[in-house]
């Protein structure tokens, strides 16, 4: 699939109706999630065929990114029942299949590292101390080839810087929109 089309798809998902700050709930838009996602296959292989795992999934874009680029089997995990229908209703829309699975990242065991990459845009930790490194140590603990962002890992590697836009979702946001730089991380565990 071409990265324009990906783009295109990703643009008509339905984002969260009722987001919670308490969870960091900031949507990834179809620009920026078409560009991990298209990278992490087109560059790295880390999608096609692979079984990829969507952590603090929300309405689940870069799931089914995954998903279209020809993932094997794609597991989205949020502890927001409400962001899960909405990724149910958009991989329902678009026709792909997303398995869901409500869950605090911080209780997650699949009981073995079963996961081939982790995708993930995690809480960055300004509601709880903490957090974003949670996800780290989870995604570590259950994927056996690459991940995009972990700090434990053999090798890590910034790919590029993106623009991320965040919309005004909530009352303290004071702007319309902000465009914020982040960095795309690359990470492979020990051993893989
Ligand atoms: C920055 S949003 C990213 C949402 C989505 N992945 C995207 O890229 O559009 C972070 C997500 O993590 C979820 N989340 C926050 N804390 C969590 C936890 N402890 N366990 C599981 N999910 C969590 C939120 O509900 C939210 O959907």
Not at 25 to 34: F, L, R
Request: charged share 25%.
């Amino acid at each position: 699939m071409k990265l324009k089309q990906l783009e295109g798809l990703l643009g008509n998902l339905q984002q969260f109706s009722n987001p919670k700050v308490e969870l960091e709930q900031y949507p990834t838009g179809p620009h920026i999630a078409s560009r991990v996602l298209y990278t992490a296959e087109n560059s790295f292989g880390d999608v096609g065929d692979r079984v990829v795992a969507d952590f603090g999934c929300g309405c689940g874009t870069l799931g089914i990114a995954a998903a279209l680029l020809g993932a094997e089997h794609v597991v989205g995990i949020d502890v927001d029942s409400q962001s899960l229908e909405i990724a149910s209703a958009n991989a329902e829309e678009l026709e792909v299949e997303l398995n869901l699975v409500q869950c605090d990242l911080g209780n997650l065991d699949f009981r073995g590292q079963i996961v081939d990459t982790v995708v993930m845009n995690p809480p960055f930790g300004t509601r709880k101390k903490g957090v974003d490194m949670e996800f780290l140590r989870v995604a570590l603990a259950h994927v056996k080839r690459a991940a995009l962002r972990d700090f434990n890992a053999s090798s890590a590697e910034v790919l590029c810087e993106l623009r991320y836009d965040v919309p005004h979702l909530y009352k303290f946001h004071k702007k319309k929109e902000v465009d914020i730089a982040v960095d795309l991380w690359r990470f492979v565990p020990r051993g893989a």
